[in-house]
């Protein structure tokens, strides 16, 4: 029997143009969108469809609109503020479970895929992380952990892995529950570990030194 596909309204096919317009750069992070009147004149349709497109990726998280600015890109996909707005309803035992997998799935897939470039940008991340410690400079610490972290999920080479581990927080509570005064010397090398088995592309001994990282905050959370 054939699939019958749910037919779209005007308002849905102009959000899924600009889902797709912004997940391909065209409009970055931080940039504004086009006016109302100008997306209808772009699309064919009212400018009352328009609005209710744009007032649907406002509510997903993706744009947000400013008095006398005008409305800007937010987020590059509705995922990440979807699974977000999950989080304070969820279990916190089943948020980390979460979080612990696809930290160990990062690494793991890193190892297999991870560019020369993105090997480079990882060991900086933890250069500057490790200056910061020794600047006692919270911010730029905490920075640069999520830096890292989040790069590491990008060398996975899987977009879907990142953005949810993105979208569950990342290692942001981590932070929160350790931070950098209760940094120790076997965590930053459990960091440095990570990068040295990624770089070896060895994706057991990454997995691994992932999940020794992961023990190593638990104990301290």
């Known amino acids: 029997m054939p699939r019958i596909e749910p037919v779209q309204t005007r308002s849905e096919q102009v959000a899924d143009q600009l889902r797709d317009r912004i997940a391909a750069g065209e409009f970055p992070v931080g940039s504004l969108i086009p006016t109302e009147k100008d997306l209808a004149e772009e699309t064919g349709v009212s400018r009352n469809s328009v609005r209710e497109a744009v007032r649907a990726l406002v509510h997903a998280g993706m744009l947000a609109s400013r008095a006398g600015y005008g409305t800007y890109v937010t987020d590059t996909s509705d995922l ?7 989080i304070d309803r969820d279990r916190e035992q089943d948020v980390a479970e979460v979080r612990v997998i696809l930290e160990r799935e990062g690494a793991r897939l890193a190892a297999l895929r991870a560019t020369p470039e993105q090997i480079d940008a990882l060991r900086s991340a933890l250069a500057v992380r490790s200056d910061a410690l020794a600047d006692g400079d919270e911010d730029a610490f ?3 952990d999520i830096d ?5 999920m990008a060398a996975s080479g899987n977009a879907l892995l990142a953005e949810l581990y993105r979208g569950v927080g990342g290692n942001e509570l981590a932070l929160h529950n350790v931070g950098m005064s209760r940094e120790t010397a076997e965590m930053t090398a459990a960091h440095e570990a990570v990068v040295t088995e990624v770089a070896a592309h060895d994706p057991g001994a990454a997995a691994a030194a992932a999940d020794h990282l992961i023990a190593l905050v638990e104990a301290l959370s």
């Open 80 to 86: 990440a503020p979807t699974l977000a707005r999950h």
């Open 142 to 144: 905490t920075a640069a």
């Open 148 to 152: 890292f972290h989040r790069m590491l």
